[in-house]
């Protein structure tokens, strides 16, 4: 990376400029706005009256995960690789502005849409689904705020895999199956054969789905959860590399 510094002033001018590509991109912002909430409340019809309580916090939940994935992860990757392909990036990097800066300027509409979609699931869905309130707030905090940027560094290595914006509907579906299958978004790890579930732990986003189920419903052993942590900061160190070593910058020729 050219610099490791990040300005607030070119950060915040970055992030304006991809908020108003994305919003010129209606597809791209309906998935980033009402994909995840639709999929959360499409959920709410399989509730029965006497799991409601316990299946309206998986959902809760997972529909946080499902937030992260969708409106992050996949949102980004297509992100990515357009301002590649528009030579966007390439522009940017002749500027005053570090690596770190233009990725992470990229990177904030998205992030900061899935904050706040978070907030209004965790404070709205609960109203609606009668789920109780969260345990741990700051543990929930926390595992949200370290999946952005394991996710948003994720979404970076992908583009780099990714011919087009076309593509990337493929190049993001083993990861989100991966995740929306082992990672525990709606079905406890518990529930899988020891073998399974031992490795299902070590997938890129169970350590955030496991930090996010003890920040709302708490139980979770100290053990778990610095496992959960640990899992999820190393997934933040391979990212890092990943995108050092791969990420492109300009079209494939």
């Known amino acids: 990376m050219n610099a ?16 108003t590509l994305l919003v010129r991109n209606r597809a791209a912002l309906s998935v980033a706005l009402l994909m995840p909430v639709m999929m959360v409340f499409v959920l709410r019809t399989t509730l029965s009256a006497d799991t409601a309580g316990a299946l309206a916090e998986a959902t809760l939940t997972g529909g946080i995960g499902m937030v992260l994935l969708l409106v992050v992860y996949m949102n980004l990757v297509s992100a990515f690789v357009a301002r590649r392909e528009e030579l966007v990036l390439k522009r940017l990097r002749t500027g005053e502005a570090g690596d770190l800066e233009i990725l992470a300027g990229t990177a904030l509409p998205a992030a900061v849409i899935a904050l ?29 705020l370290a999946a952005l940027p394991l996710l948003a560094g994720m979404a970076a290595a992908t583009s780099a895999f990714t011919r087009n914006v076309e593509t990337a509907g493929i190049t993001t ?12 978004l709606f079905l406890p790890l518990d529930s899988l054969p020891d073998a399974v579930a031992s490795i299902c732990e070590l997938l890129p986003l169970s350590g ?15 053990g778990e959860l610095l496992t959960a942590a640990a899992v999820t900061v190393a997934w933040i160190m391979v990212t890092v590399f990943a995108v050092q070593r791969w990420f492109r910058w300009e079209p494939r020729r």
């Open 116 to 144: 706040v979609q978070i907030i209004a699931l965790a404070l709205a869905g609960a109203a609606v689904l009668d789920a109780p309130a969260p345990e741990n707030p700051l543990l929930l905090v926390a595992a949200v």
């Open 173 to 184: 579906l083993p990861l989100f199956l991966l995740t929306a299958l082992g990672s525990g």
């Open 4 to 19: 490791l510094a990040l300005n607030p002033g070119r950060l915040t001018a970055l992030g304006r400029s991809e908020l």
């Open 208 to 222: 955030v789905m496991t930090l996010v189920r003890a920040g709302w419903s708490g139980g979770a052993a100290g």
